[in-house]
Structure formats: C-alpha cells, structure tokens
C-alpha cells in the first residue's frame, strides 16, 4: 500500500502530506518508494 500512495503522490492525485495525515501508518513504506524512485524531495514535514 506503501508503494501505491507513492506512486500516486508521483502522480500529484495526493499530497505528501495530505496522505500522512489520513494514514501516517503508511509513511515507512511510502518514503523507501519515493527515495527509490528519484522524488524524495516530495518528501514533506509538517511542522
């Protein structure tokens, strides 16, 4: 699931936050998907 909300948040259907905020259970596999895909600089941090 991890790798699915990567993807769509590669394909701006969602945002970074936007996702970790619904599912923040999420976040490991998601992160290790956008690093390995090139886009870890959509990775976000609320403050």
């Known amino acids: 699931m991890g790798a699915y909300m990567g993807q769509r948040i590669i394909d701006k259907a969602y945002t970074y936050d936007y996702v970790?905020?619904?599912r923040p259970d999420l976040k490991p596999g998601i992160d290790t998907y956008l690093i390995a895909e090139g886009y870890e600089h959509l990775?976000?941090?609320e403050v």
């Open 43 to 45: 990775i976000t941090e």
């Open 20 to 22: 970790l905020s619904r």
